[in-house]
């Protein structure tokens, strides 16, 4: 029990939503994973759907390459669509 | 069947399953075993209030569920000898589970049934009907974990295979009221021994049957775990959080 691997767990909260990251666990396959979640995180009703995925099949951006990766986009203020004027009547924008 | 006795001897069942599988909690092999058995024993501690609060009623001499929770001494518990048996290790936990989950479904899909029967039967027939999502999650746990500890290792294997020997001569207590149940237990627990590679023992074979829980008869662990269940409240009457 001492080598049981780490799972990500994911839920849906409801239909129409996307499956969001919740936490980690440990369990020694997919299908106690999967029974685990369910009892850490859907106690109070928080979802519809559930994945786990095994930890080590994920694959992470690195803390270090962070300004390699991210701070590029900062300054490319055009990729936001702020140069538009919003139409008279459009909502929701 | 509505009697005070049945009803009290279902929420004895429960009441001493959930204190039996609340002594695992902060002692199981990961935190997320841990919770899983403190969720399985709340469910069973809330299935037992309700039917505690049903049998006081239908006694009608005033006892609420904490009155026979913990004012009651070991002889007027209605409880089967299986659930009272000390928690063992972690695949005697199981196995016992997986027995008597079994059996809690079948029962209460027939209860749950009997409610077009009589006006009498219909309050038992919907505490059944909440409890029966309940224990088919306690029957899948139990089932998972029997498969990976009898398939599992040679040290799993072996106490999973000691758990199923011991506990077997006390399931046929479970059927003493509702014998007709037992084919349909056997067809769930029979399946999920076999994936396990576990052996249980012929009828034939089996002559030790000890019984009498639902007559106030205990074997000698029950005193000790309502002198751990009771004290609290027997020492300081009405005591709140």
Redesign the interface.
Known sequence: ?RD?PLWEVFVRPRRGLSHTHVGS????DA??AL??AR??YT?REEGVSIWVVPAAAITASSPQEKDAFFAPAGDKIYRHPTFYEMPEGAEHI | MSDVNHVLGLGDDALITAQRLAEWSARA?????D??LS?IALDQLGQARLLLTLAGELEGAGRDEDALAYLRDEREFRNVQLVELPRGDFAFTMVRMLFVAGYQAELYLKLADDDADTVAARPLAEIAAKAIKEVAYHL??SS?WTV?LGDGTEESRRRAQDAVDALWPYTFELFETHPELREGWLGRVDPVLDTATLTRPADADVTFRPRGGRDGVHTEHLGYLLAELQHLHRSHPGATW
Do not use: F
């Open positions: 029990m049981n666990l440990h369990a020694p299908d106690l029974r685990n009892d850490l106690r | 092999h990961e935190l997320e075993e919770i899983a969720n899948d746990h998972q990976r």
